[in-house]
């Protein structure tokens, strides 16, 4: 399994949407798409920054088509904003990229009282989904691609507890929000194909790369991560790879999950990723996807 930008042909007309194209591997993923013809829209919710970064990938593509929506994941109402002026400008979309995300270290909610890292990573992008997936081709080139991480698999739905204040173990709930990124994922492409729609949902994992998700780590472990960083991690362009994959080949099968096999999944050889045994529970995903519609208010049709 290979990916090999220069041999896909022109992508001309089509469109990507990229959550988190600002930064790291979201800006990568941008690069990639933005270098086979696709027009990419950058959704980010610091204007200025995506500013930035579309203004710095001009200088490398000069004939690459950008632009810029304003999008806070965080809160449903600016979902649901994006969708309404994307609507305005553009008549479909052909692949959308599920990539933004945080990774706190502190107890934080969104406005609405709901858990950051869950209410951002997933709430968000399953609202984003749920509104846009109409604007989709029926055609196997449609492609929603959720960025999941190897974090998932020490992690399981903490639905009585979705804060996970009892959860143990550091990092529970980002586990937790990357886990329901790729029981979403899954849970779409099931429902696709059970509605005979081609469109295809895919998830991936980008291994370990030292981006802007570990901005708020204490100065300890910063130190260590960069000590052991250049063995552990690869760069974000390598960490964009399983994305670019999954959006522009036409070798995915729907459901599948890529990422990096080497190392425990850290970095390595693009292939078929290895997921818990808990993240393949059908009955877990409807709940989850009951829960998120639940929670968003949004009743996911298809
Ligand atoms: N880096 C890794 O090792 C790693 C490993 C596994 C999975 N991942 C996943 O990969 C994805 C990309 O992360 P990254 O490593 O590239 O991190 P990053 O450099 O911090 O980029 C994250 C992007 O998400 C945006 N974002 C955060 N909260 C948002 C919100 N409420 N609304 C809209 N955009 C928001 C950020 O915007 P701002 O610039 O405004 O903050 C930024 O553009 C994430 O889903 C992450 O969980 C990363």
Known sequence: MELKLGK????????????????????????????????????????????????????????????????????????????????????KLDVLVNNAGVMTYSEQKNAAGIELQFATNHLGHFALTSLLINHMPNDERSRIVSLSSVAHKSATIHFDDIECKNAKGYGAAYGQSKLACLMFGDELNRRLN??????????????????????????????????????????????????????????????DFYGPTGMGGLKGKLGVSKRSEYSKDMQVAEKLWDLSEELSGIEFTL
């Open 194 to 255: 059970k509605s005979d729609c081609k469109i295809r949902s895919l998830s991936v994992h980008p291994g370990v790369s030292d981006t802007g998700l570990f901005d708020e780590m204490s100065w300890i472990q910063s130190f260590l991560f960069k000590v052991l960083g250049s063995f552990m991690t690869h760069s974000s362009d390598k960490a964009a790879v399983p994305a670019l994959y999954a959006a522009l080949s036409s070798d995915v099968v729907g459901g």
């Open 8 to 91: 896909i042909p022109s992508q001309k007309g089509r469109i990507a949407i990229v959550t988190g194209a600002n930064n790291g591997i979201g800006y990568e993923i941008t690069v990639g798409l933005a270098k086979v013809g696709y027009k990419v829209i950058l959704a980010c919710r610091n204007i200025e920054k995506a500013s930035s970064a579309r203004n710095k990938i001009m200088q490398s593509i000069p004939e690459a088509d950008l632009d810029i929506l304003q999008l806070d994941l965080s809160d449903l109402y600016s979902v649901r904003e994006f969708v309404n002026r994307y609507s305005e400008s553009y008549q």
